[in-house]
Every structure is written in C-alpha cells, then in structure tokens.
C-alpha cells in the first residue's frame, strides 16, 4: 500500500509498510538533477532506502540498473539560500545538484533526507529489528532537521530586514516559508508527545528513560558571572517568596513544609489533589532538600504540563523530565551521600565537575529555572483572560527567555500562540465549567502548588548563589 503524500501523485511518495531500520519510510520520487552544461537539468527518479539514495532514468527502469547511489552518512545536506527549489548533496568527491517542482517538496525531501541522515549519525540503526524500533527517533530527527530549517529563514528574514530596499516579494516568501515550518513543527511536536505518551502507559516508571530534546539548553554552565539585575526586581521576588516561607509549616525537627494553607477535606476533587507526590508535602530547610522526595515531586512535571498545554508545551515537559533523569542517575550512582540535593552538588564541587557534560549542577540549573517558568505561569493562568497567550510570553519574558539562544526563543513564540484557552485549561485540571466551588478549588489547589515550587525554587537558587555557582 503507497501512500501518496501529496496532489502531485508519484512525485514524492512514502511505503508505511517498508520501514528501514533507519526508522524511516522508503521513500520516492522524481527530482530534477544537475547533468552537465550541455543536458542542463534532467528529471530522474530517486529513492531513499537503508540510508542510501538511489537514482535511476525513470520509474519504469529501477530494475534494470541504476544510474548512481549516495551514502547519506557520507553526505552533507545543503539548502540552496537563493534558488528556492533546490538543495545539495556534497560528499568528499562530489557534489550532487537537485530540484523540486515546488518549494513545498524540497521542504519534505530535505526533511526525510535529514531524519534519516540524523538517524544514521546518532547510531539507531538495528538491522535485526526494524519493526520494533520507537517513533520517537524519526521525531527526533525530524524535529533537529525542522530546527535547521528555521533558523535558515530566520537567519535569511533577518538579512532582508537590515536592507535599505526591502523586497515585498522576498519578505512574503520568506514569511510563507517561516508558517510552514512552524506548523511543520508542532506537529512533530503532537507526535512526539504522542509517543512519549504512549511509551509512559505501556512502561513500569522504574524503566522509564525519558528521551531528550534539545532545544537550545547548553550542555554545561556557563563560564560568565551573574547577571546583574535590578534590585526593584529582586526585592519584589524576594518579598513574594519569603512571604510563602514565612507562612509555611514549621515541623517538630525544626524543617518546613513549603506552604501555608493545608487543603481541607472538604474541597472538591481536583487534578492537584490526585497527585501523589507534590511539593508542599515535602519537609525542607536551606541546607536541606530532600533528593528523592524532590524527584518524585518533579516528576508530576511533565505530565502536568502536557495536561494543561498539550503540544504547546511538549518541549518544556521533556526538558524537565529529562534534567530529573540526569540527576536520578547521579543519585543513583552514589546514594547515601546524596540524600539531599546540596548534598548531591556538594559531591561535584569537591571534586571540579560542576561544569562536566550531563552533571547534577547544570540538570538542577535548569530544573529550577523551568520550576520557576512553572510557578509563574500557573498564577498567570488565574490572573490571565480567555486568550493566554500574552500571558504566557510574559510569564516566559519574566524567567526563560533571558537563558535561551534565537532558535529557543522562536520555538517559544511558536508555543504561544498555540496555547489552550483558559477554559479548556481550567477543564483539564477539574473544573467543569459550571460548578463554582470547583473553580474556587482548582484555583486555591493552583496558588498552593506553585508557591510550594517558589520556596523550593527560591532555597535551591540561594544555595547555588552561597556557594558561587553561576546562575546565568
């Protein structure tokens, strides 16, 4: 069974019963070639399988011999900044000139030709069981691929934006394409949320890995001292997160649960009530967080995230899955000297590794800069009108976005828009929509939870400062 992808029937074309074990759908097509000055452009049929693309004179002759094969792990994909129809092939001996009939089809040819690439060159290929290999790699792939193409065009409507004589043509082109990649991405998006979803119900939570995105997180800390920020700014966020620490339990062994207002019995069921693990119930001081119970509580993250979001916040919500897996591992590798999180860091100061690839330092850096996104925006929800994508940018202006490089600030710019009404967010954590009480309860089990993150995220950032970690 061929499914035909486009109106263009036989020009591209994808077979979702033959997946190689590149985790990619053969694919073929026919595409105009580079010959030579006197056979100028020619149309062959091409077809990409088992990472190797193959050219024959036309689909009526792919068995009696092909006209030439190329290696994609030994090629370099290369989109033409000029001619809108073609792209490249470079290897070390050759170079290899292609066309499509429509901007639209080298959007697609370049995006399969770049998943499997980036599939070959991260090593899932696994020849004894192409059938079982996870979607979530030719996402992946995918999703790395879309992000090239972007910051491209980002980098292409910047250029026209810096001319004295802006061309209307370039610039609707140029903004055609940006839209198209934009949703070309959050749906890959969906569809990675869709696979980690599904992989999350069929898992035992002890087997779990989850997998990662990158988006722009850099690997270590960074080398600059602080940022200076204005000191209006820091006493606001100090007086809010000191008001929660100040009306928080205070325990028999002198510890802290991290907010004021236990929930009563009586209030409605809602979303934050099912949670097994929250933040408020673990007990905290200064010089203590407690690792395990700090994990389990970071783990409703995500799925928090995707509930009241869904593809639009897919991104976040595997950044943070991903930074809680690293420091269960560093935990794991040394847990009675780990049962706190100073603790946990205490270990990589003493012996210089605070700036090494995968550390606990740099998975909780950015844990407790997305917690903080976290917390803003659940109390901008309450605050916010139907429409929240306003609220959300300011909420992501105010913590996020003075972290992230061009490409991670235009995918959260994508993400903005894309964000769920008010009330549908509203449904997805109780609230029915009629009944007042619950929407009383949804709210006060909202104000709880995300300033039971801000006295969490506020001790983890003064531990950091005290001990002159850079935390920008």
């Known amino acids: 069974r061929i499914q035909i992808l486009f109106e263009e029937q036989g020009i591209f074309r994808t077979n979702p019963e033959f997946k190689c074990?590149?985790?990619?759908?053969?694919?073929?097509?026919?595409?105009?070639?580079?010959?030579?000055y006197f056979g100028g452009w020619q149309q062959r049929w091409f077809i990409l399988k088992e990472g190797t693309l193959t050219y024959y004179l036309d689909h009526n002759t792919t068995t009696t011999g092909c006209k030439g094969s190329f290696k994609l792990e030994a090629c370099?994909?290369?989109?033409?900044?000029?001619?809108?129809?073609?792209?490249?092939?470079?290897?070390?001996?050759?170079?290899?000139?292609?066309?499509?009939?429509?901007?639209?089809?080298?959007?697609?040819?370049v995006i399969q030709l770049g998943t499997t690439k980036a599939n070959i060159s991260e090593g899932f290929a696994d020849p004894s069981a192409p059938a079982s290999l996870p979607s979530y790699h030719?996402?992946?792939?995918?999703?790395?691929?879309?992000?090239?193409?972007?910051v491209e065009q980002i980098d292409k409507l910047t250029e026209l934006?810096?001319?004295?004589?802006?061309?209307?043509?370039?610039?609707?082109?140029?903004?055609?394409?940006?839209?198209?990649?934009?949703?070309?991405?959050?749906?890959?998006?969906n569809d990675c949320t869709e696979s980690i979803?599904?992989?999350?119900?069929?898992?035992?939570?002890?087997?779990?890995?989850?997998?990662?995105?990158?988006?722009?997180?850099?690997?270590?800390?960074?080398?600059?001292?602080?940022?200076?920020?204005?000191?209006?700014?820091?006493?606001?966020?100090?007086?809010?997160?000191?008001?929660?620490?100040?009306?928080?339990f205070t325990t028999e062994d002198g510890s802290c649960c991290c907010v004021g207002t236990k929930r009563g019995d009586k209030l409605p069921i809602t979303y934050f009530s099912n949670i097994g693990d929250r933040f408020e119930d673990i007990r905290i001081n200064k010089d203590y967080i407690p690792t395990v119970a700090f994990l389990d509580a970071a783990s409703a993250l995500p799925k928090l995230l995707v509930a009241?979001?869904?593809?639009?916040?897919?991104?976040?919500?595997?950044?943070?899955?991903?930074?809680?897996?690293?420091?269960?591992?560093?935990?794991?590798?040394?847990?009675?000297?780990?049962?706190?999180?100073?603790?946990?860091?205490?270990?990589e100061i003493s012996t210089g590794k605070t700036n090494a690839k995968h550390s606990a330092t740099t998975a909780l850096l950015w844990l407790y800069r997305e917690m903080n996104f976290v917390k803003v925006f659940l109390l901008g929800i309450i605050e916010g009108q139907s429409n929240l994508s306003d609220k959300f940018m300011e909420c992501y202006e105010m913590t996020l976005?003075?972290?992230?490089?061009?490409?991670?600030?235009?995918?959260?710019?994508?993400?903005?828009?894309?964000?769920?009404?008010?009330?549908?967010?509203?449904?997805?954590?109780?609230?029915?929509?009629?009944?007042?009480?619950?929407?009383e309860a949804v709210y006060a089990d909202m104000r709880t939870y995300s300033k039971a993150i801000g006295v969490v995220v506020f001790y983890i950032e003064q531990f950091y400062i005290n001990n002159k970690i850079p935390t920008v």
């Open 308 to 347: 009241i979001g869904g593809k639009s916040l897919i991104t976040l919500s595997v950044d943070i899955g991903n930074n809680i897996q690293k420091l269960r591992n560093k935990f794991d590798s040394n847990p009675r000297k780990s049962t706190s999180l100073q603790a946990l860091i205490h270990l």
């Open 197 to 248: 979803i599904e992989n999350d119900a069929h898992q035992p939570r002890e087997s779990i890995v989850t997998p990662t995105i990158s988006l722009g997180t850099p690997p270590c800390l960074p080398a600059t001292n602080s940022k200076v920020v204005g000191v209006e700014d820091v006493a606001a966020e100090q007086t809010f997160v000191e008001d929660d620490i100040n009306n928080s």
């Open 76 to 109: 370099n994909i290369i989109v033409n900044p000029v001619d809108a129809l073609r792209f490249d092939l470079h290897t070390s001996t050759q170079r290899i000139y292609l066309k499509t009939d429509t901007k639209h089809l080298r959007q697609k040819w």
């Open 21 to 36: 074990r590149y985790c990619c759908y053969m694919t073929e097509g026919y595409l105009w070639k580079w010959t030579n």
């Open 161 to 189: 934006c810096k001319e004295s004589e802006l061309e209307e043509l370039k610039l609707k082109e140029c903004k055609a394409m940006i839209n198209e990649l934009c949703d070309e991405f959050v749906t890959t998006l």
């Open 401 to 439: 976005r003075k972290y992230h490089n061009v490409m991670s600030k235009s995918l959260y710019t994508v993400a903005a828009k894309t964000i769920p009404y008010k009330e549908d967010i509203m449904r997805s954590l109780g609230y029915d929509g009629i009944t007042k009480s619950i929407e």
């Open 138 to 150: 030719e996402h992946k792939a995918e999703l790395k691929t879309l992000k090239t193409l972007l």
